[in-house]
C-alpha cells in the first residue's frame, strides 16, 4: 500500500488548533468549491521561497470558492522553530493569509501520507483528492519556476475537467517524524511518480 493518499481517495478529517485560537476541521471548509491541504512549516527553506507564490494564489483563488490550509506537522524537540508559538510568529511576520493549524501528534500527517513541506493535496466539491504533488517546480527560488501545476490543476478543476497532471512529487524537505531520522522516509514513501 503506497504511503501518500491516493487519488480519489476521501480527504481525512481533523481537527487541530490554529494559531488564531480557532479550532479547524474539514466542515470549516464546507462551502469551498475546492479545497487545498498543505503541510508546511516555518524553517523549510522550500516551504519560505513559495509563501509569496502561496499568499498571490490563495488570493487569486478565494473569489472562486477555493480555500486553502496549512498543517504543521514537524516534531519540535529537534525544530524548535516550528512551534506552536514560532508558528504564530512566523504567520504574524510573513503576513499569511490562510488558516494555520497544528498537528502535534503527526497523525494527520500520517493519514494524508505527508511527504515534504511542502505538499499539496487539493479535494474536489466532495472532497476527493483529484491533485497531489508540488506547486510547480522550483518552490526555493521565487520567479525561477517554469511549470505551474497547482495552478493548472485548480483551473481545470474549476473548468470542470481532470488535471493533465493530477500527481507530482512534491519538492521540498521531508516532514520531521517524532523519533527517527532527520531524513527518514517509510520505505513505502519512494517517489510518487
Not at 2 to 26: E, K, Q, W
Not at 104 to 112: C, D, R, T
Amino acid at each position: 500500500m503506497a504511503f501518500t493518499l491516493a487519488l480519489g481517495a476521501a480527504a481525512p478529517d481533523f481537527n487541530l488548533p490554529g494559531i488564531d485560537g480557532r479550532h479547524y476541521s474539514l466542515a470549516t471548509f464546507k462551502d469551498a468549491r475546492l479545497v487545498i491541504v498543505v503541510f508546511a512549516c516555518n524553517h523549510c527553506p522550500y516551504v519560505l521561497g513559495s509563501e509569496e507564490r502561496m499568499k498571490t494564489l490563495v488570493a487569486d483563488y478565494a473569489p472562486q470558492g477555493v480555500r486553502m490550509i496549512a498543517i504543521n506537522s514537524n516534531e519540535t524537540d529537534r525544530h524548535p522553530a516550528d512551534s506552536f508559538a514560532h508558528m504564530k510568529q512566523h504567520a504574524a511576520e510573513k503576513g499569511l493569509t490562510w488558516p494555520y493549524v497544528r498537528d502535534e501528534s503527526q497523525q494527520v500527517a500520517l493519514a494524508y501520507g505527508a511527504l515534504r513541506t511542502p505538499h499539496f493535496y487539493v479535494f474536489d466539491g466532495d472532497r476527493k483528492l483529484r491533485y497531489t504533488g508540488r506547486m510547480d517546480d522550483n518552490p526555493r527560488e521565487p520567479g525561477k519556476e517554469k511549470t505551474h501545476e497547482l495552478r493548472d490543476a485548480l483551473d481545470a478543476l474549476l473548468a470542470g475537467r481532470p488535471p493533465a497532471t493530477p500527481l507530482t512529487n512534491p519538492i521540498g524537505c521531508n516532514v520531521k517524524w517524532k523519533n527517527r531520522d532527520e531524513h527518514w522516509m517509510p520505505a513505502e514513501a519512494c517517489d510518487l511518480v
